[in-house]
């Protein structure tokens, strides 16, 4: 069970020496007790008290990496229930599902596919983060042979081998040593051997059962053979079924601090029918999978996806933004407008786009509202005449434009009157309303 803030004030040294950046100790072990503070802030805690906090302030769902370098992928960690309680850490990963009973043209299509799946939006890359080879064949040579292609075209991202033939897995998951990869396969009647396996390649291993009470027998003899990164499958196959059990397990987890079931949880969506799959996958990001697999790659399956797991794994409590400065968009010259706006990532990147899409070189001065969009910023005091007026001046934007106009948003067209007071010498003009009208207004000013 997680100890309380005074349970964990009393394993402290309580001297209130101020080393971990917190006034007290007392007020350190609430940070902990939040898990807002790890305890190697600490440098003079005893040796003790590390063993029992070590293990009360570990996240409920074990951190796991896969891959390596800049690719690599962190998942798990997760502290709660719903993102509103303080947010979700590691975003789950999408693998796409790559049979040995494919030609190795057509694994190599897919590797492309996968290694060329990164996108661009709102200033992060989004991917296609693994694969997971299956041992479908159910022959090892050719699980082996495939796995020479993956190493080959896509030796960089995750990789997950799915069999349940622990030579095969051996065999294979050799291909990618330093990589950490994912051993998938374990269960009731090849544990042992599979947990040798992954023990001896550094790999993480994912085990299957038929339900909740198997798996956690299961991950407990896991860990007695020598395995702590674990990923979970419960068998669960249908929409409902995932839901169901992704929920008692997290709940488990984060609730009960229940160990055997404090791992990452993999999820299959992989269906005949796209749209389908899209569904059932958008299920998977919504309730508690870390890894998704997926049959095929597709843009649109992609963009609605990334958008999801972009949208759920933000921070509620600190706005997405960008750096406080004047952008140029292509080629601006001392006559090109000059637009400003706050700088809630989303504005940023809707209204650069729609300056793009107008083919028109602009400058946009984009200022710092602390990440809120232009109506609330102004709501909130943080998009006010003074505050723009102050930010164009300290720009000195002035001395680079020919003619000191400024176009402000629609929605803040009542500021123009007090910055033109605010702003001496200034045209203040109000631009449209939604950023999907700029290209129609720079096109009639042309
Ligand atoms: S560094 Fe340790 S002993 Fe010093 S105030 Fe913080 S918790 Fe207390």
Same mark, same amino acid.
């Given at each position: ?142 699980? =082996? &042979? #495939?796995? @020479?292609?993956? /190493?080959? !075209?896509?030796?960089? $991202? ?11 897995? =051996? &065999? #294979?998951? @050799?291909?990618? /040593?330093? !990589?950490?990869?994912? $051993? ?13 396996? #992954?023990?001896?390649?550094? /790999? ?243």
């Amino acid at each position: 069970m997680a100890l309380s803030g005074v349970e964990i004030f009393k394993l402290l040294p309580k001297t209130n020496c101020k080393k971990c950046g917190q006034p007290t100790c007392l007020a350190f072990a609430m940070k902990l007790a939040q898990r807002q503070a790890t305890l190697d802030l600490c440098p003079d805690v005893s040796e003790e008290a590390k063993q029992k906090l070590g293990e009360a302030s570990a996240p409920p769902v074990r951190p796991i990496t896969l891959g390596a370098g800049d690719k690599a992928t962190k998942m798990g960690e997760e502290t709660v229930l719903f993102r509103h309680d303080k947010k979700f850490v590691n975003p789950c990963i999408f693998a796409l599902e790559v049979k040995d009973t494919l030609s190795e043209a057509e694994i190599t299509a897919l590797c492309d596919q996968v290694v060329s799946s990164e996108m661009d939006r709102v200033g992060q890359k989004l991917r296609i983060d693994g694969i997971m080879l299956s041992n479908a064949s159910g022959d090892a040579a050719k699980l =082996e &042979t #495939a796995a @020479k292609t993956v /190493a080959a !075209k896509a030796a960089a $991202v995750a990789v997950i081998i799915n069999t349940t033939n622990p030579q095969a897995a =051996e &065999t #294979a998951v @050799k291909l990618f /040593a330093g !990589k950490k990869p994912l $051993v998938f396969g374990a269960n009731a009647s090849n544990l042992e051997a599979m947990a040798t396996v #992954a023990k001896n390649n550094k /790999a993480a291993l994912g085990i299957s059962a038929a339900g909740l009470e198997e798996l956690s027998v299961l991950t407990e003899k896991a860990k007695g053979f020598g395995v702590e990164d674990l990923v979970l499958d419960s068998g669960a196959q249908t929409a409902k079924a995932i839901i169901e059990n992704n929920t008692l397990i997290r709940r488990a987890a984060i609730k009960k601090n229940f160990k055997p079931l404090g791992y990452p949880v993999i999820s299959f969506a992989q269906r005949g029918d796209s749209l389908l799959e899209a569904l059932v996958a958008s299920v998977c990001i919504a309730k508690y999978s870390s890894i998704v697999v997926l049959s095929s790659i597709e843009k649109w399956k992609n963009l609605a996806l990334f958008t999801l797991r972009q949208n759920i794994y933000t921070d509620p409590q600190v706005p997405m933004q960008v750096e406080q400065k004047i952008y140029n968009i292509g080629d601006p010259k001392p006559d090109s407008p000059l637009f400003v706006t706050t700088n809630f990532s989303l504005t940023y990147f809707i209204v650069s786009g729609e300056i793009e899409n107008s083919k028109a070189s602009c400058r946009l001065a984009v200022m710092d509202s602390e990440g809120l969009s232009v109506l609330t910023a102004w709501a909130a005091g943080k998009f006010t005449a003074g505050k723009i007026a102050q930010f164009i001046i300290d720009s000195g934007i002035e001395k680079e434009v020919a003619n000191k106009e400024l176009i402000i948003p629609g929605y803040v067209a009542i500021l123009s009157g007090s910055l033109e007071e605010k702003l001496p010498g200034w045209k203040i003009t109000v631009g449209p309303r939604e950023a999907n009208a700029i290209p129609a207004f720079l096109k009639s000013r042309a």
